[in-house]
């Protein structure tokens, strides 16, 4: 069994970042043991060689949660090389770019690294990051060029999963005799049900129309918003937002389930916009349930600070569906870090999906992989699992990139591509609404492509 030194100092920190990348990415049987004598992190293998990890972060500071500190993100990031990359290149967030040093005795061989994977990988999962910088958006969300990810190059890269693969080409070096757990690539289609039908009520019926007629002047669409509204109404065709098969036919043929997250209730005017329980959103949800693919929680606008709100509505959801809700994602991905997990935790949502930036693609966690998640407050690891969302429809969006349907495909197939080659997972967002809302941009494309 592999045995891990570390230092005496912040032991919960530690011993997380060291279980994620050990046992839950890379599957090995290893024991921890804290030393006050040493300064560094020290592997050692089973035939007596050692990886030794220089400790370039926790060791800089006396008390628990002197780090929580805007002054300890690092304003540059340089990028190590060596042979033990899949990359050309590794973002060294703590540590130094110094080449790896081998040294070789009779009997064992030690490496010893200077870039400190582990706290860099726990800056990226634990996000404290964004705890420490305050600046937030009109929705109270913190920016995707406020990160030191975006602000350095490197969101687009699952630097943790870079990480790992690192450490276990330097394991692999040193003739490890463990063999690591078998991953697989896997695509994670979520639908966010913000609205659950276009021609949902004859009063909202009615708003779109007269916003059409007194709001943008445009009798011509409000003839053509009448014309559909009678066709729906009388069964001729589909409401506009009635995606739901077709969702589900895509992910079946490819031998995959969608996630569909529905709203529960809210206290804002973003919430409410339909009725949960009633009889045509019981319908949609018996057919999702049918078919066998997962329903979660899109926990309101007003809701993400407040665990009595979320549980109210997990458990509406729950009764109308008669089945335990596990999952779910906070709408507008409105995200405070680590006070969101903690309401998942009080509310028994064992998996949360919201980690993704509402403005850009990317590795906001630096992995696409579920992970355990950690609360840095209170410096303990929590019973809920976060699922990074690393693409959503919005960010292709004319209000946040004008961009054209041959770009975003380019985009996806690259993150695709990435996913695949670190056998990771890919989180997408495409609400049921998204296909008709943008006609300058053809999602109905993008989506069947991915």
């Known amino acids: 069994m592999i045995k891990v030194y570390i230092p005496n100092n912040f032991l919960p920190e530690r011993k997380y970042v060291i279980n994620i990348l050990f046992h839950e990415f890379l599957g090995l049987e290893y024991n921890i043991e804290s030393n006050p004598s040493i300064k560094n992190y020290q592997i050692k293998l089973e035939n007596g060689n050692e990886i030794i990890i220089e400790d370039h972060f926790f060791s800089r500071f006396e008390k628990d949660l002197n780090y929580l500190d805007p002054k300890n993100i690092p304003d540059n990031v340089k990028f190590a090389k060596n042979d033990f990359l899949v990359e050309n290149d590794i973002p060294a967030i703590f540590g130094k770019i110094n080449p790896i040093k081998i040294m070789k005795y009779k009997s064992r061989r030690t490496i010893i690294c200077s870039i400190d994977i582990f706290a860099s990988s726990f800056f990226m999962l634990t996000r404290w990051e964004e705890y420490t910088n305050k600046i937030r958006d009109q929705h109270g969300r913190f920016p995707v060029y406020q990160s030191l990810a975006f602000k350095h190059g490197f969101l687009n ?33 979520t639908h966010d049900v913000d609205w659950l039908l276009y021609w949902y009520s004859p009063l909202q019926s009615f708003r779109i129309i007269w916003k059409d007629i007194f709001g943008k002047f445009d009798i011509k669409t409000a003839r053509k918003h009448i014309k559909n509204y009678y066709r729906t109404k009388n069964g001729y065709v589909n409401d506009p937002y009635d995606t739901y098969d077709w969702l589900m036919n895509l992910s079946e043929t490819n031998n995959i389930k969608s996630r569909f997250y529905f709203m529960a209730g809210g206290n804002s005017k973003k919430d409410n916009r339909y009725d949960i329980s009633g009889d045509q959103s019981q319908k949609i949800l018996k057919n999702i349930l049918n078919r066998q693919h997962i329903l979660g929680i899109h926990t309101s606008y007003s809701s993400y600070n407040n665990a009595r709100q979320v549980e109210i509505e997990k458990k509406l959801l729950e009764s109308v569906i008669n089945f335990p809700v596990i999952e779910g994602r906070q709408h507008y991905l409105r995200f405070e870090v680590p006070y969101i997990w903690r309401l998942c935790e009080y509310s028994n949502i064992q998996f949360d999906s919201s980690l993704g930036f509402p403005e850009k693609e990317g590795f906001r966690c630096g992995t696409g992989d579920t992970f355990t998640v950690f609360d840095f407050l209170e410096s303990k690891t929590l019973k809920v699992s976060e699922k990074p969302l690393i693409f959503m429809d919005g960010q292709f969006a004319p209000v946040n990139q004008n961009i054209s349907s041959d770009q975003s495909i380019k985009i996806l197939t690259e993150l695709t591509k990435i996913s695949k080659k670190y056998k990771s997972t890919l989180t997408i967002l495409f609400h049921n609404s998204i296909f008709v809302q943008y006609n300058d941009l053809n999602f109905i494309n993008l989506y069947q492509h991915i």
């Open 157 to 189: 890269r699952p630097l943790v999963n870079e990480y790992v693969e690192f450490l276990w080409n330097m394991l692999l070096s040193l003739n490890c005799e463990q063999t690591r757990k078998v991953r697989h690539f896997q695509l994670l289609p």
